[in-house]
């Protein structure tokens, strides 16, 4: 393969994966803190209050960079994946 190789990414295949790597990330954060993740997670994406997120390995900052429906849209479709 050569260097000059064009590589074709689908960006929402990528924007879910930034997402998915975020939401893990501010659930360890959460957790490590002794909060309840779920809870603080979906407090967060139903109010968009940034105080249900800890600012513990900078949680706060980082799932603040994400669209909430976007978010929604994933979680809702990977539910849906499941128990296709």
């Known amino acids: 393969m050569s260097s000059e190789t064009t590589h074709l990414y689908q960006l929402d295949e990528f924007n879910e994966a930034v997402i998915d790597i975020t ?34 390995k900078e949680a706060r900052t980082k799932i603040m960079k994400l669209d909430r429906t976007k978010i929604i849209e994933i979680m809702v479709r990977s539910y849906l994946d499941k128990i296709k």
Do not use: C, T, W
């Open 23 to 56: 939401l893990k990330e501010v659930y360890e954060a959460l957790e490590e803190r002794g909060y309840n993740p779920i809870n603080q997670i979906v407090g967060y994406i139903m109010s968009g209050d940034p105080g249900y997120i800890s600012s513990h």
